[in-house]
């Protein structure tokens, strides 16, 4: 099975540029989200913080719904699913 | 608002019927939308880059009443993205300007000018007796303190942010069933990991299509037709011109909104992720005196010159590893890590932005190399060209 994570423009520079991480053989919002940081390692500081949980600034939805923060890391994921990094900004 | 229950539909006047005639007809607004429109009290918070589009499509809509909150003046550099001033307004106070401007777009309005930065202090008065709330806002104390005093408020909270070429929108509106701000964003960044415009820059176009957006949800809400942008965050990618549209929901358990929250209770912000303010520690400079002698004693640092190929070929120092300045973030990937970073432009001032951005990128070992090139060419080797 194969998912993608989809990073937003401000995440890109930190995952050598892409905009969409595919993933073979994760089923699991953790497992996914280790196999990210360990292709790009420099996520890991943009994405969690110091004891691994996801920044409460950043929104992760997978399949455009919100993952809540209670379903993590155990959430499955099936074959085709997106789960896309949102962090907040505050430009105006 | 529902739309079931304005607060005033004051009568339009023929002058007002005749200016607002095309929207009039549509079925959907038509005379007791614009009465609605016109009865409307909408407190607009920061007036720079979205604030812009926001009010002037808003005045021009016929929003009776808007109120104006900024602290600022305006500034030379806000004028790209900023198109409620001119170079006349350049050092005038913004909320003076913006009404200025808006009075002469619409004169059938009235407008409140608040000349402050919202705080948790002011933010329930300024909120106080408005029907909605639009957050222009360039930082995220503000955010967390508008967004708190519309829940309390009952008010909806129309909020946009950008930054580069991204922006969100979305309307946070708990009192009908929508999450607010916090929902979806529990606490704001960590400092320095989330730079503001005047850091990361902005293309000027994007505030303008987020603003239009803001200014279009504020609209629906008052006239009550269509889906409001509640419990959905619209994003735009300005490059891959891409919206997308994500669900989000009430989160029960939000300090803010949620079924244990205590009105009473000050919120602020979560201590342990303390507001960004990013202005990140000051990138260490190197003068060209002392590069000469570390690569004179074999100890020079790894040198970056991040200007582009046509300055390059005016005028270089030998031994640099070219990376511009506006392709560094991915091009940085060949960068080693362990080592000295020097990076040089053509009088030091881009470097210091490479080096913000490396630093940024989790280099922690950056230096700019003040005076740039120029500075070499004057003091150290004067057969190099300036320029």
């Known amino acids: ?92 | 608002m529902d739309g079931s229950a304005p607060p005033t539909m004051p009568e339009l006047t023929q002058d007002e019927t005749r200016r607002y005639g095309r929207q009039l007809v549509l079925s959907q607004i038509g005379p007791d939308g614009q009465r609605r429109l016109k009865g409307a009290r909408v407190l607009v918070v920061g007036s720079g880059g979205l604030g812009s589009p926001v009010l002037l499509y808003l005045a021009a809509a016929g929003i009776g009443h808007l109120g104006i909150v900024d602290f600022d003046i305006v500034d030379m550099s806000n004028l790209h993205r900023q198109v409620l001033f001119t170079d006349a307004d350049v050092d005038r106070s913004k909320t003076e300007s913006a009404a200025e401007r808006l009075r002469a777009q619409n004169p059938h309005l009235s407008f409140a000018v608040h000349e402050a930065r919202i705080d948790a202090d002011n933010a329930a008065g300024l909120v106080s007796g408005h029907d909605v709330v639009v957050d222009g806002t360039d930082n995220f104390a503000a955010r967390y303190v508008i967004n708190d005093a519309c829940v309390r408020a009952g008010v909806p909270n129309v909020s946009a942010s950008i930054l580069r070429f991204e922006a969100q929108v979305s309307v946070f509106d708990p009192a009908r069933g929508g999450p607010c701000y916090r929902c979806v964003f529990p606490a704001p960044p960590p400092a320095g990991l989330a730079p503001s415009c005047a850091e990361a820059g902005v293309v000027g176009v994007l505030p303008g299509i987020a603003g239009t957006l803001q200014a279009n949800e504020v609209i629906k809400l008052v006239c009550g037709i269509g889906t409001p942008l509640a419990g959905r965050l619209l994003t735009f990618d300005a490059l891959d011109a891409r919206f997308r549209t994500f669900e989000v929901a009430r989160d029960r358990g939000c300090v803010a909104c949620g079924d244990a929250a205590d009105p009473a209770r000050p919120l602020g912000l979560n201590p342990e992720a303390a507001p960004a303010t990013c202005h990140a520690a000051a990138i260490p400079e190197m003068t060209v005196e002392a590069l000469s002698r570390s690569l004179a004693e074999g100890t020079a640092p790894l040198l970056v010159d991040v200007r582009g190929e046509a300055e390059r070929g005016i005028a270089a120092i030998p031994g640099c590893t070219a990376m511009p300045l506006d392709t560094i973030e991915i091009a940085a990937d060949a960068l080693p890590t362990g080592r000295t970073i020097l990076c040089i432009c053509h009088k030091g001032g881009r470097s210091i932005t490479a080096a913000r951005t490396l630093r940024e990128l989790g280099f922690d070992d950056v230096a700019s190399l003040a005076g740039g090139v120029d500075a070499w060419a004057a003091r150290i080797d004067p057969s190099v060209a300036r320029y």
């Not at chain 1, 953790?30 to 994405?47: C, E, I, N, S, Y």
């Not at chain 1, 409460?56 to 997106?82: I, K, Q």
């Open chain 1, 1 to 92: 099975m194969t998912i993608v994570i989809e990073l937003p423009a401000t995440l890109r520079p930190y995952a050598s540029g892409e905009s969409r991480v595919a993933l073979d053989g994760e089923d699991s919002f953790g497992g996914a989200l280790d196999a990210l940081v360990t292709r790009h390692p420099r996520l890991r500081k943009r994405l969690l913080t110091s004891s691994g949980a996801i920044y409460d600034f950043v929104g992760v939805f997978v399949n455009d719904r919100r993952l809540d923060r209670d379903d993590m890391p155990d959430r499955a994921l099936s074959d085709g699913d997106v789960v896309s990094f949102v962090p907040a900004m505050a430009g105006g």
